[in-house]
């Protein structure tokens, strides 16, 4: 692969505002309204969103914050995002209770009822976005990534009986 190669696929190209407006009001029924404010960018797989600044035209690593990963069939949404405008959502969302709010955030599945569409969901723990799930058939698997990730109650005990 040539140098050149390598460096047009770690272009930030523009992105309207409506390619994002419309998968995310198609899936969450979030209005265009939520992306105001916002300039949308695609990077190989990925799509960020920035705050309305004007950009140098220079190489950058990253710009303002991963919001979604188009590789995949659907679309996948990130935890970051949906904090931010998952607020906005007003389908295919799950409310937790506690119990099941601290099980998710520790990445683990669960049985939840729901009539939500198979695919990705918000999901809210009393009334605030705790992040992305992967909802099918009666099942809610956590997405959130490992590293946001509660320790599960299991190991903190085993943690504190070390010490």
Same mark, same amino acid.
């Given at each position: 692969?040539?140098?050149?190669?390598? +460096?047009?696929? @770690?272009?930030?190209?523009?992105?309207?505002? /409506?390619?994002?407006?419309? =998968?995310?009001? #198609?899936?969450? !029924?979030?209005?265009?309204?939520?992306?105001?404010?916002?300039?949308?960018? +695609?990077?190989? @797989?990925?799509?960020?969103?920035?705050?309305? /600044?004007?950009?140098?035209? =220079?190489?950058? #690593?990253?710009? !303002?914050?991963?919001?979604?990963?188009?590789?995949?069939?659907?679309?996948?949404?990130?935890?970051?995002?949906?904090?931010?405008?998952?607020?906005?959502?007003?389908?295919? =969302?799950?409310?937790?209770?506690?119990?099941?709010?601290?099980?998710?955030?520790?990445?683990?599945?669960?049985?939840?009822?729901?009539?939500?569409?198979?695919?990705?969901?918000?999901?809210?723990?009393?009334?605030?976005?705790?992040?992305?799930?992967?909802?099918?058939?009666?099942?809610?698997?956590?997405?959130?990534?490992?590293?946001?990730?509660?320790?599960?109650?299991?190991?903190?005990?085993?943690?504190?009986?070390?010490?």
């Amino acid at each position: 692969m040539s140098p050149d190669s390598s +460096r047009s696929r @770690n272009i930030f190209e523009p992105l309207d505002c /409506s390619f994002v407006a419309d =998968l995310w009001g #198609e899936r969450f !029924g979030i209005p265009p309204s939520a992306f105001s404010g916002y300039v949308f960018f +695609r990077k190989a @797989n990925s799509v960020w969103a920035a705050n309305k /600044s004007i950009l140098p035209r =220079l190489s950058y #690593e990253a710009i !303002g914050m991963r919001i979604m990963n188009l590789k995949d069939r659907p679309w996948k949404p990130t935890t970051s995002a949906l904090q931010l405008f998952g607020q906005y959502a007003t389908k295919n =969302l799950i409310h937790l209770d506690s119990t099941d709010a601290r099980a998710f955030m520790e990445g683990r599945t669960l049985a939840v009822e729901s009539d939500a569409k198979s695919g990705y969901v918000v999901v809210f723990y009393g009334g605030e976005v705790l992040g992305c799930g992967l909802y099918s058939r009666g099942v809610l698997t956590s997405q959130i990534p490992k590293e946001r990730r509660l320790a599960s109650a299991e190991h903190s005990s085993e943690d504190l009986s070390l010490r």
